[in-house]
């Protein structure tokens, strides 16, 4: 196989925590602490875990928007994080993101059109006025919004109709890979079908590769090609799609799965209720970060991390189960 | 089993620029004794207006219009406020969507929990924190003793949400009405949650009012579903005939909209268009915009609620024509 | 069921749209939600024609001393036909002085309230923007200039500078910055969490177009509010100081200048502070209901 479009080696994104008047730094909360995975062109990699679990800063330091502390992030063969200032800028034609809040991501004060093009003028691409107000149309109609809408503003759109903006977007600069931050989760159901039927629509049509960030796995599940189900700043288990779900390995993942309500009220299953809450970044546990939680904990649990592991082709997992 | 909860053609309108707009219109529904009733429906469908109304907790500017709200055969709707306090929080007790903003960040934790007992049971202050006690082991929590002298900031969200149900439980309603009580929690930290609820219910034999989106709570929860489209009621009926029969065309699209864990789907189906707005609000069936299957009917005249079978009914034409193909 | 459901034709959509409110010009619908903006606004249009054309509508030179504009005994007039506000203790027309004092006192409002919202929004974007080491240094002298008692502050400087209606209004603006900065640099830090300042940085814009094009646009809105209501208090500011005798200096007319010389007659010539003082509290409270007005307008939930 050729050479993957993205890896991400050992990515870390430490918060100093700090206190007292002289503002010291009193420890670290371990937001992302060493995650690793490949995205392939043109494949969805789905990133699945609770709130405050890293996925979100895992995607947006991806983009250094904000900046990691630790790692490597190879795009197309380039070390992203070595990356001066200009050349950050022209590589950010190639790695876009999407947002989860349809509301919060678009400049309430410019118009779609200036939105639109905005990219478009700082990359100094599609020459004249007239060329680009041709792509802005072009670009609302492959998101699936009319054209003649362009001059009006991002209030005048419903939820749904504003992230197909923020998709739009997205795709001004044609790139090859999207982060996709919760992008469907602030909307409804009917819409966010239509929205992820969207984002399908344009892989196939334009090869994007997406890292695909959601809570809500039965959305990550439907989208994605692999998925990687975070704790706790680390990356526990990666599999296929339908692998993972059919035969989830890490304790974790199988908690997790066993939790999605299934909308059907016949359907009768184990499930396996985790106690407690997530533990705080700042403070994780020893061991295996999972331990307190897990059902299947055992001695060495407690003690030492489990080590990252091919258990089978194409499917890792970081639990002492499977050593 | 008896009604618990009658409400009957219950109309709520808000004030906005261009007057009086109704935000549900002719809602009615029962709720019986020990049983779970969904309230589902996408943002804006009046949900959450159908229970502030029932506890009357509207805005300054929203009122109910019409009809009739009758608990345990007692009529709600235009009740003295005195009188109406004593029905909150003692007969029915609510909780909501959002657990990091409901408690109150300058009480501690017992006080707040207590406070319904005292108001509404006259208890002491030494009676309350021991009842409170009780009520933070009943949901769960770990450390009682300790966590009634906390204040909210030091619990997580799901424990939040144990709080909030605890202070609910506090005089034993006999109704709990839970707007989106899990929407904001983890799927692990849901799966906690509804939980403790079924339990509950069973335990202290109360009915459920539960406001949800997601489909797949209701299916796990619920006893009876009603599907609310643009302020109105569009289905409703027993759990499984609604997602073995569902028959309006917007159930129908809503459960075949969601991915589904098992099993692999190419394409999602979805609804195309939007849910109208108050202000535009279309004559004949509300749905009908959107509608696959939408005549010149549809658009002219409203549909009311036929029956599908026996207690199951769709406010659809398509019910009114059986046998025509769908 | 892995179909997207069929639209309904449009011949069926056009049918199904038909609004129930009727349609108004959004004009008519911010007059009615707002009618205080167009109060205010109106009467800040007043004054500011006024101060243009004072020249025109004066009916006499403001300084003249009119030989038949005091009484046999030297007391001022009453309000008369010739005089239809009266003349003061030097026999010039009070009506004259009046409209041209309109011209200092918004010149002052105006130039001082622009000084400060130029120095106040650049250092407030400056200081939200950058943060670390000079935030905390661009803020810390914020504090200092609002723990001052202000107007101990300008009179010092204008004392030092020499009277005059530039030093007026330089001294207050170069002084009265503070408190924008501090709203400025609330608005900055709010606005750039917003994702669409995340978004511009993901598709490779330059700092200095993010700082102009995206974040100033979506503060400004509080500013011209606050900067309005400041035309207001700064007319006051400038009539405190000339009633004080450091303000705008004789024989030039200003309103707070004709304030301290009616004073002294006031007890047998009350017009001469009358009319100033009305005439003061019609430009204030004009400000004042245009800002909050247009702090309405400004709200995200107003009507649309």
Not at chain 3, 86 to 112: C, K, P, Q
Request: with cysteine.
């Amino acid at each position: 196989m050729s050479e993957p479009l993205l890896q991400v080696r050992g990515l870390e994104k430490y918060f100093p925590i700090k206190k007292g008047v002289m503002r010291l730094t009193r420890g670290h909360v371990r937001a992302v602490d060493g995650v690793s995975f490949d995205v392939r062109e043109g494949e969805t990699f789905g990133l699945v875990g609770e709130s405050g679990c890293g996925k979100s800063t895992t995607g947006r330091s991806i983009l250094r928007l904000i900046e990691p502390t630790g790692g490597q992030i190879i795009f197309n063969g380039k070390d992203v994080r070595k990356l001066g200032r200009s050349e950050m800028r022209k590589m950010r034609r190639d790695m876009q993101i999407v947002f989860q809040d349809p509301y919060a991501s678009l400049n309430p004060r410019y118009t779609v059109r200036q939105i639109l093009e905005e990219p478009m003028i700082i990359h100094g691409l599609y020459g004249g006025s007239a060329e680009r107000k041709k792509k802005v149309a072009d670009l609302l109609e492959t998101v699936g919004l009319s054209g003649s809408r362009m001059n009006r503003y991002p209030h005048e759109f419903s939820g749904g109709q504003r992230q197909r903006i923020g998709i739009a977007r997205a795709l001004a600069v044609n790139p090859r890979l999207i982060i996709a931050d919760e992008p469907v989760s602030a909307l409804d159901v009917s819409v966010q079908s239509q929205v992820l039927n969207l984002l399908d629509d344009l892989q196939k049509e334009f090869g994007i590769a997406y890292v695909f960030i959601a809570h809500d796995l039965s959305v990550v599940k439907h989208i994605s090609d692999r998925i990687g189900v975070m704790y706790l700043g680390k990356i526990v288990e990666l599999a296929p799609a339908d692998g993972l779900y059919s035969k989830p390995l890490h304790p974790y993942t199988q908690a997790l799965l066993s939790a999605v309500p299934v909308p059907d009220p016949e359907f009768k299953r184990e499930r396996i209720i985790l106690q407690g809450d997530l533990p705080s970044p700042s403070k994780p546990p020893t061991g295996c970060h999972f331990h307190p939680r897990c059902k299947d904990c055992m001695e060495i649990c407690k003690t030492t991390a489990p080590e990252w592991k091919e258990v089978e082709p194409d499917r890792f997992v970081a639990c002492h189960l499977y050593n | 089993m008896s009604t618990l909860l009658e409400v009957s053609g219950v109309t709520t309108s808000f004030k906005t620029a261009n007057g009086f707009l109704p935000a549900i219109e002719d809602v009615s529904f029962t709720i019986k004794k020990g049983e779970t009733l969904g309230i589902v429906g996408e943002s804006g469908c009046g949900k959450s207006v159908t229970s502030l109304s029932i506890m009357q907790l509207l805005t300054a500017n929203g009122k109910i219009e019409r009809g009739s709200i009758r608990f345990n055969g007692r009529e709600l709707v235009g009740l003295k406020d005195n009188e109406m306090r004593k029905v909150r929080g003692n007969d029915i007790a609510m909780i909501f969507q959002e657990p990091m903003t409901s408690l109150n960040p300058v009480h501690k934790i017992g006080r707040q929990i207590g406070e319904s007992l005292r108001i509404h049971k006259g208890y002491g202050k030494a009676q309350a924190r021991a009842k409170a006690i009780e009520l933070l082991k009943l949901v769960g929590i770990p450390r009682a003793e300790e966590i009634v002298d906390e204040y909210p900031h030091r619990l997580s969200g799901g424990m939040r949400q144990r709080v909030m149900i605890a202070i609910a439980m506090a005089c034993n309603p006999q109704l709990l009405i839970a707007d989106e009580p899990t929407t904001a929690l983890d799927v692990t930290i849901q799966a906690q949650i509804l939980d403790l609820m079924r339990k509950l219910k069973a335990e202290l034999d109360m009915s459920i009012m539960l406001i949800t989106h997601d489909l797949g709570v209701v299916a796990e929860m619920c006893d009876r579903v009603v599907v609310m489209y643009a302020g109105k009621v569009v289905e409703q009926g027993n759990v499984k005939d609604i997602f073995r029969n569902p028959s309006h065309p917007y159930t129908v699209g809503l459960l075949s909209s969601i991915p589904r864990l098992e099993g692999r789907q190419e394409r999602l189906s979805s609804i195309p268009g939007n849910v109208p707005s108050l202000e535009l609000m279309p004559a004949g069936c509300r749905f009908a915009s959107r509608c696959p299957h939408a005549t010149q009917r549809c658009v002219t005249e409203e549909p009311s609620l036929l029956p599908v079978s026996g207690e199951h009914d769709a406010r659809c034409w398509l019910m009114d024509e059986k046998g025509v193909a769908v | 069921m892995s179909q997207a459901m069929t639209p309904p034709s449009t011949k069926l959509t056009q049918t199904l749209a038909h609004p129930q409110g009727k349609v108004q010009s959004k004009f008519v619908r911010v007059l009615k939600a707002y009618p205080l903006v167009f109060v205010g606004g109106l009467m800040v249009l007043v004054l500011i024609f006024v101060a243009i054309f004072a020249d025109k509508l004066a009916p006499f030179n403001p300084d003249y001393q009119f030989a038949n504009g005091l009484a046999a005994d030297g007391a001022p007039l009453a309000p008369n036909h010739t005089f239809i506000m009266g003349t003061d203790d030097l026999g010039r027309d009070v009506y004259s002085r009046l409209l041209y004092g309109a011209r200092i006192s918004l010149e002052v409002g105006v130039f001082a309230s622009l000084i400060s919202l130029f120095i106040g929004t650049s250092l407030g974007i400056i200081s939200g923007y950058y943060g670390k080491w000079i935030d905390s240094l661009i803020m810390r002298i914020t504090d200092i200039m609002l723990a001052f008692p202000f107007i101990l502050f300008v009179v010092a400087l204008v004392a030092v500078l020499k009277p005059s209606v530039d030093n007026i209004f330089l001294a207050i603006g170069v002084l009265g910055w503070a408190s924008t900065a501090r709203i400025v640099r609330a608005q900055v830090l709010a606005v750039k969490e917003f994702e669409y300042v995340q978004a511009a940085r993901a598709l490779g814009s330059r700092q200095w177009r993010i700082l102009f094009r995206i974040v100033l646009p979506n503060i400004m809105a509080p500013v011209i509010v606050l900067t309005t209501l400041a035309i207001g208090n700064n007319m006051l500011l400038e009539s405190t100081l000339s009633f004080l005798g450091i303000g705008v200096q004789p024989p030039t007319p200003s309103w707070g200048s004709m304030l301290a010389e009616g004073q002294q007659v006031f007890e047998y010539a009350p017009w001469l502070l009358y009319y100033p003082g009305l005439a003061l509290l019609f430009s204030v409270l004009g400000f004042n209901l245009l800002g909050d007005g247009l702090r309405e307008l400004f709200n995200p939930r107003r009507v649309r």
